[in-house]
Structure formats: structure tokens, C-alpha cells
């Protein structure tokens, strides 16, 4: 009889616990989750807009992946690069395969069965149809991790901000096409130029563009940092 | 007599002083002509119809003293026989549209909708940032407060805080009614009704015999893709059910004039 007593008190406890554990169950105990192929580079190359190039930036998304235990896969920055004489353009879109893109914190199903961090996809970043371009995609603050998991700090944080990510591209993921400068000289100056950016949490100068919000005053690290910047980078494994 | 004057000053500072605050955006700054509402009407998506949410925004909006205003709640109904389609679009006005900060949500119609692949791709400013109540409050959005219970009316109904970022819309992604057929206005807002036990938990689309309401994200943070006027169904039209996918049927007021 106590024995009895004893469960019915225990029963709505043992309950309570079970919930919360499911509920803090709903991130992965190993960060960045093995699905992970996006991120937020956790840390700049430090020199402004000069990156060394496409191949310099992708060894630095390929640097900070290795150091996280994701260094299996082929990293790309998302730039563009501009077409210069016996150079044409290279577009970011292009650059990245074709996805779709898992951050670096996977929760398990919701109770319909659903991801809530949906991973991202290609024709939904870059808005390729007007239905896509005007329902978004799932690449949202919470969304765009560093390879460490963690949050980078936007609009309303506690400063610095990094939101703004170097892209040199416009909204649909392509280069510019006309003769001023948006990628800090193909990502090798670090003084005259400018660079286009966007915004990872979707925060700033009137839109949400996650990859062409602005253009930046220069291509110091200096300059860089008075937008709201540090010079941080969007990376994507293209397998 | 010193005193009388200063009284007298003290009186006139504050007659000065309150018109401004009373108009809301920053003092002396843009009227606002855009808000969440702070609270639901409370009977799932049952509104009493366009008519009962239009009074839910004018009297939160006379509350905080912006009464003087035509306010619109974003909700479109769909077309029944002798009754044609509201959209959502066309109630609110031309813009531009301010939020409680004086922070311009759209400049008009097509920003705020995306009209354009170029005006779709950049959006428009509604964020969690400006998606303000017509108190100033940012709505909770997901994992703001890590409440366990945030799925649970019984619980959120007391507990302000909870996450409650589905905005009631009825409305396709450019502000538009939907099609006759499946329900996506809670029976153009008259329903607090949910599916049949045999057809809960398949989801959250619309069907026959499935009360649903479309609704979207003031934080662009749900659905997988943030939409802030339709990103996805609800699981019926009560309260209840509103509450279990993260709303508790609050909607966008706009002034149309």
C-alpha cells in the first residue's frame, strides 16, 4: 500500500523529469554536428579585405573546419570574384555544390517529425523564383553558426558586431557586373576598394539580405570594423 | 508666486511634452503606423470576423493613445458564394509604415510584399528587432526563454513570455487571399474549431474538415523559411491549437490612413 502511494506521488515527477530531458535533448551532445556544411567562420583572416585570393579564403574555411573534426569535406567561402581581362567572373553561388546545407547544431525532430533548423537550400538562399525570394529561407541568426556553434554577434548583441559577412556578391549569388569595386579587388586589397557584405542575422540598413545588404567604406580591417564587420566569411562544403 | 509659475511651467512642459509621447515613435518622431498586438483576442481563430480583429487593433492602439487612426488587421478571408475574397494586402493602407520606434517597417505595398525578385531577395524591415507591439515589446520568438511548456495554452496564457511568434495572416506570400477550398482563415475568421481526432497531428496543412489559419513570423525565425506573412498552417483553430505550433493568435495591425 505505501508502495502504491509512493508511486503516485513519484509518477507526475518522474514525468516532469522525462520532459525536460527531451526537451534539452534537442541539441546533439557533439558540436558541430557530423551533418554540419555551413557556417559562419568563428574568426576573420585579420587583413581586411585582402584574403589572399579565393584559394586563400577556402583554405581559412578549410583551416577552421579541420580544427573542429570537419575537415573531411571540401570547404568553400562564399565570394564572388569580378571579371578582369583574361579573368572572368566567378560567381559564389557557383562555387558551393548544390546542398542543401545543414548547420552546426542539428535538433532531433519536433513532435510533427520536423527539423526546426530546416537545413538551407540553394534556389531558397538566392531567392531564384518570387515565391522563394518572398518566403525566405531558413538562414536565419540561429541558423548561421560559427564551426563552433556559437551564435555571431548582430544587431542588439553586446558589441562588437560581426554581423557583416564579406561576400562580394549580389542578392542572386553572382558577381557584379559593372567596373567599381565590390570585392576588395578580388579579396587581395587591404586599403582602397570596398567590399559587399551581408548581414547573418538578417538585421540592418532597412532589408534582411544575408549576402548583399551593403557596401563597405573600405577594405581596411579598420574599415571593416566601423560597418559593423570584422571581415568574417560564409562557408559551405561542397560535398 | 515663484512657486505658482514654476507650477504653472511644470504644467505646460508636461502639456508639451505628453502629445508627443502620446503620438508613440521616438518623442517628436514618426507616428506609429504598425504593431503586433500585445495580447490575442483569445478564442483561437475565431476574430468575429474582420470586423472583431479591426476592433482588436483599434482598441489596443486607443489604449496606448494612437486611437486616432484607422487601424487594419493584416487578415485576408476567402471567397464564399455572394461573398468575394478580401485580401490582406489591400486593407492597409499605402504606408509608409512605422512601428512603435518610429523604425519603418516597408516603405509601401510592394516592399512590404516583395513585389519584385529585386525587392523579395533584399525584404522588406520587419525583423524581431522592429516587429514591436503596440506597447514596444519584441514578441518571444523560439528558444527566447527556453520554457519548456511554451506548446501549452494552459501554461502560455499566464506566462507572457512564452514563445508566441505565429502571426495570423490567412494570406499567400504577396498578401493575397487563397483559393476557395481548403481553409486558411480559420473559416474567414470565425472559427475556434479543430479536426476530428482521426485528422489531428497530420500536420499542419489545410484540408477538407481541417480547420487551419496560415499564419507567418514578425522575427523571421519558424517554418524553415521566416516568412513573415505565410509560412505555414496551423494545427486547428482553437486556442489550443494555435498554442501548439507557437501562437496564441496574436495578428499585424496596420493604419490605413
Same mark, same amino acid.
Given at each position: 500500500?505505501?508502495?502504491?502511494?509512493? %508511486?503516485?506521488?513519484? #509518477?507526475? %515527477?518522474?514525468?516532469?523529469?522525462?520532459?525536460?530531458?527531451?526537451?534539452?535533448?534537442?541539441?546533439?551532445?557533439?558540436?558541430?554536428?557530423?551533418?554540419?556544411?555551413?557556417?559562419?567562420?568563428?574568426?576573420?583572416?585579420?587583413?581586411?579585405?585582402?584574403?589572399?585570393?579565393?584559394?586563400?579564403?577556402?583554405?581559412?574555411?578549410?583551416? %577552421?573546419?579541420?580544427?573542429?573534426?570537419?575537415?573531411?569535406?571540401?570547404?568553400?567561402?562564399?565570394?564572388?570574384?569580378?571579371? !578582369?581581362?583574361?579573368?572572368?567572373?566567378?560567381?559564389?553561388?557557383?562555387?558551393?555544390?548544390?546542398?542543401?546545407?545543414?548547420? $552546426?547544431?542539428?535538433?532531433?525532430?519536433?513532435?510533427?517529425?520536423?527539423?526546426?533548423?530546416?537545413?538551407?537550400?540553394?534556389?531558397?538562399?538566392?531567392?531564384?523564383?518570387?515565391?522563394?525570394?518572398?518566403?525566405?529561407?531558413?538562414?536565419?541568426?540561429?541558423?548561421?553558426?560559427?564551426?563552433?556553434?556559437?551564435?555571431?554577434?548582430?544587431?542588439?548583441?553586446?558589441?562588437?558586431?560581426?554581423?557583416?559577412?564579406?561576400?562580394?556578391? !549580389?542578392?542572386?549569388? !553572382?558577381?557584379?557586373?559593372?567596373?567599381?569595386?565590390?570585392?576588395?579587388?578580388?579579396?587581395?586589397?587591404?586599403?582602397?576598394?570596398?567590399?559587399?557584405?551581408?548581414?547573418?542575422?538578417?538585421?540592418?540598413?532597412?532589408?534582411?539580405?544575408?549576402?548583399?545588404?551593403? $557596401?563597405?567604406? #573600405?577594405?581596411?580591417?579598420?574599415?571593416?570594423?566601423?560597418?559593423?564587420?570584422? #571581415? %568574417?566569411?560564409?562557408?559551405?562544403?561542397?560535398? | 508666486?515663484?512657486?505658482?509659475?514654476?507650477? @504653472?511651467?511644470? @504644467?505646460?512642459?508636461?502639456?508639451?511634452?505628453?502629445?508627443?509621447?502620446?503620438?508613440?515613435?521616438? +518623442?517628436?518622431?514618426?507616428?506609429?503606423?504598425?504593431?503586433?498586438?500585445?495580447?490575442?483576442?483569445?478564442?483561437?481563430?475565431?476574430?468575429?470576423?474582420?470586423?472583431? @480583429?479591426?476592433?482588436?487593433?483599434?482598441?489596443?492602439?486607443?489604449?496606448?493613445?494612437?486611437?486616432?487612426?484607422?487601424?487594419?488587421?493584416?487578415?485576408?478571408?476567402?471567397?464564399?458564394?455572394?461573398?468575394?475574397?478580401?485580401?490582406?494586402?489591400?486593407?492597409?493602407?499605402?504606408?509608409?509604415?512605422?512601428?512603435?520606434?518610429?523604425?519603418?517597417?516597408?516603405?509601401?505595398?510592394?516592399?512590404?510584399?516583395?513585389?519584385?525578385?529585386?525587392?523579395?531577395?533584399?525584404?522588406?524591415?520587419?525583423?524581431?528587432?522592429?516587429?514591436?507591439?503596440?506597447?514596444?515589446?519584441?514578441? +518571444?520568438?523560439?528558444?527566447?526563454?527556453?520554457?519548456?511548456?511554451?506548446?501549452?495554452?494552459?501554461?502560455?496564457?499566464?506566462?507572457?513570455?512564452?514563445?508566441?511568434?505565429?502571426?495570423?495572416?490567412?494570406?499567400?506570400?504577396?498578401?493575397?487571399?487563397?483559393?476557395?477550398?481548403?481553409?486558411?482563415?480559420?473559416?474567414?475568421?470565425?472559427?475556434?474549431?479543430?479536426? @476530428?481526432?482521426?485528422?489531428?497531428?497530420?500536420?499542419?496543412?489545410?484540408?477538407?474538415?481541417?480547420?487551419?489559419?496560415?499564419?507567418?513570423?514578425?522575427?523571421?525565425?519558424?517554418?524553415?523559411?521566416?516568412?513573415?506573412?505565410?509560412?505555414?498552417?496551423?494545427?486547428?483553430?482553437?486556442?489550443?491549437?494555435?498554442?501548439?505550433?507557437?501562437?496564441?493568435?496574436?495578428?499585424?495591425?496596420?493604419?490605413?490612413?
Amino acid at each position: 500500500m505505501k508502495n502504491i502511494y509512493l %508511486l503516485v506521488l513519484i #509518477g507526475p %515527477l518522474l514525468t516532469a523529469n522525462t520532459a525536460v530531458a527531451q526537451e534539452s535533448g534537442k541539441l546533439p551532445d557533439r558540436i558541430p554536428s557530423s551533418l554540419m556544411t555551413f557556417f559562419v567562420t568563428s574568426e576573420p583572416i585579420g587583413d581586411g579585405g585582402s584574403l589572399g585570393g579565393l584559394a586563400g579564403a577556402d583554405a581559412h574555411c578549410q583551416k %577552421l573546419a579541420t580544427a573542429v573534426g570537419a575537415g573531411g569535406k571540401m570547404w568553400r567561402a562564399y565570394l564572388s570574384t569580378q571579371a !578582369r581581362p583574361g579573368q572572368p567572373a566567378v560567381n559564389a553561388r557557383d562555387r558551393i555544390g548544390t546542398g542543401p546545407w545543414f548547420s $552546426a547544431k542539428e535538433r532531433v525532430p519536433d513532435y510533427l517529425n520536423r527539423r526546426l533548423s530546416r537545413p538551407i537550400v540553394q534556389s531558397e538562399i538566392h531567392g531564384d523564383t518570387l515565391d522563394e525570394a518572398r518566403r525566405g529561407s531558413n538562414l536565419t541568426k540561429e541558423f548561421a553558426l560559427t564551426e563552433k556553434g556559437d551564435l555571431v554577434n548582430g544587431i542588439g548583441d553586446p558589441l562588437p558586431t560581426r554581423h557583416d559577412i564579406l561576400t562580394g556578391s !549580389r542578392p542572386d549569388g !553572382r558577381a557584379f557586373t559593372d567596373n567599381a569595386d565590390h570585392t576588395c579587388n578580388n579579396w587581395t586589397s587591404n586599403a582602397a576598394g570596398s567590399a559587399q557584405v551581408g548581414h547573418s542575422d538578417r538585421i540592418g540598413n532597412g532589408n534582411q539580405s544575408w549576402n548583399s545588404s551593403h $557596401a563597405t567604406t #573600405g577594405c581596411s580591417q579598420r574599415d571593416l570594423v566601423s560597418w559593423g564587420g570584422v #571581415g %568574417l566569411l560564409y562557408c559551405f562544403a561542397v560535398n | 508666486m515663484k512657486t505658482i509659475l514654476a507650477l @504653472a511651467s511644470l @504644467a505646460l512642459l508636461t502639456a508639451a511634452v505628453s502629445p508627443a509621447f502620446a503620438q508613440h515613435g521616438m +518623442p517628436g518622431g514618426t507616428p506609429m503606423t504598425f504593431f503586433v498586438t500585445s495580447e490575442p483576442i483569445g478564442d483561437g481563430g475565431n476574430l468575429g470576423g474582420l470586423a472583431g @480583429a479591426d476592433a482588436h487593433c483599434q482598441k489596443l492602439a486607443q489604449a496606448v493613445g494612437a486611437g486616432d487612426r484607422t487601424w487594419r488587421a493584416y487578415l485576408s478571408t476567402q471567397a464564399r458564394a455572394g461573398q468575394p475574397a478580401v485580401n490582406a494586402r489591400d486593407r492597409i493602407g499605402n504606408g509608409p509604415w512605422y512601428n512603435f520606434d518610429g523604425v519603418m517597417i516597408a516603405r509601401d505595398r510592394a516592399h512590404l510584399h516583395g513585389d519584385t525578385l529585386d525587392l523579395a531577395r533584399l525584404g522588406n524591415n520587419l525583423t524581431k528587432r522592429t516587429g514591436l507591439t503596440e506597447k514596444g515589446q519584441i514578441v +518571444p520568438g523560439l528558444n527566447d526563454y527556453q520554457v519548456p511548456r511554451d506548446s501549452d495554452w494552459e501554461y502560455s496564457k499566464t506566462t507572457p513570455y512564452t514563445n508566441r511568434h505565429e502571426m495570423l495572416t490567412g494570406s499567400q506570400l504577396d498578401g493575397r487571399a487563397y483559393p476557395p477550398g481548403t481553409d486558411y482563415t480559420c473559416s474567414n475568421w470565425t472559427s475556434n474549431s479543430d479536426p @476530428a481526432p482521426t485528422q489531428a497531428q497530420l500536420g499542419q496543412e489545410g484540408g477538407p474538415n481541417r480547420p487551419n489559419a496560415q499564419i507567418g513570423f514578425p522575427d523571421r525565425n519558424g517554418g524553415g523559411n521566416g516568412s513573415w506573412n505565410s509560412s505555414h498552417g496551423t494545427t486547428g483553430c482553437s486556442q489550443t491549437a494555435l498554442n501548439r505550433t507557437h501562437g496564441v493568435g496574436m495578428f499585424y495591425c496596420f493604419a490605413a490612413n
